[in-house]
């Protein structure tokens, strides 16, 4: 069973966190991308477990068993949470904390989102995306699998602006068990506060990317954070929806930016909005 997968050579200094939760392989371009891009040795570990304790201490193992010191962690997504969960409780790990199409922090942004794909999907794709939730809510949803990769394929499509083929080979399958378990307890952590009181208590630097036409508000990461007083630098990508590796206009400026990221070794506080 694959656990991590690798890209370059070592010292292992940097680590891409998929989304999700449950789509292992879904930060498979991300972390070659970003290898290519800074010449550094990038991880992608997997994630296994059933709660976001376990998925936390996890991480640690994977990165602690590869890397002695700390890394630029990147994550997308579900995996931008759970980044900064780690970051908060590891921050000796985190050089740095890259977050790329994260979602909202706060639950008033969230009804944006389903607006934001409904727009981009015709009738019959509407229909079933506001099905898939409902039935997978369900304690015995059948081939729960098959349903959490349509519903997977359905946000592709609504969240992406002009998407490129990967050419990366196929990820391993959704693991629905794991997304209806850990997705519960993230939703129940946004609702009430103790995702912001995560984010609060980050002790590392903070970096923010996000797409200008991602249906997940740039304004519901970077708003909060800005209330709690956290210091980071916000980048906003033209042309650019949720996933910037996979997109046609914003791949190239997307690795420009990790690249810098990577090599810069201050920090400055405050929101950069870059064009």
């Known amino acids: 069973m694959i656990t991590i997968r690798k890209y370059g ?6 680590a891409a966190i998929h989304g999700g939760p449950g789509a292992p392989g879904s930060a498979a371009g991300l972390a ?5 891009a800074t010449g550094a040795g990038v991880l992608e570990p997997f994630q296994s477990k059933r709660t976001i304790r376990a998925l936390v201490e996890e991480l640690y193992a994977q ?3 590869e890397s002695a010191g700390p890394i630029l962690l990147i994550g997308h997504s579900w995996g931008a949470w759970l980044s900064a969960m780690f970051a908060q409780k590891y921050p000796e790990k985190v050089r740095k904390l890259l977050l790329v199409g994260s979602g909202p922090l706060t639950d008033s942004y969230v009804p944006k989102i389903a607006a934001g794909r409904m727009a981009r999907l015709n009738e019959r794709e ?11 809510a369900r304690p015995d949803c059948p081939g729960r699998d098959a349903l959490i990769a349509e519903l997977g394929a359905l946000c592709e499509r609504s969240d992406a602006y002009a998407p490129m083929k990967s050419g990366e080979a196929p990820s391993p399958a959704p693991d629905g068990a794991l997304y209806q378990a850990v997705w519960s307890e993230a939703v129940e ?3 009430s506060g103790k995702l912001l009181q995560i984010f609060e208590r980050l002790n590392v630097p903070v970096t923010v990317i996000h797409g200008d036409a991602d249906p997940h508000p740039a304004a519901g990461v970077r708003e909060p954070l800005r209330s709690l007083g956290v210091p980071f630098t916000f980048h906003l990508l033209p042309r650019c929806g949720h996933t910037p590796w996979e997109e046609k206009f914003a791949r190239e400026p997307f ?7 990577f090599s810069q070794k201050s920090f400055s506080s405050g ?3 870059s064009r």
């Open 271 to 273: 929101s950069i909005r």
């Open 126 to 136: 509407r229909r079933r995306f506001a099905e898939l939730p409902a039935l997978l």
């Open 32 to 36: 070659r991308g970003l290898a290519a």
């Open 9 to 14: 050579d070592p010292p292992w200094s940097a």
């Open 189 to 191: 952590l946004r609702r």
């Open 63 to 65: 990165l602690a068993a």
């Open 255 to 261: 690795f420009r930016l990790l690249a810098r990221e």
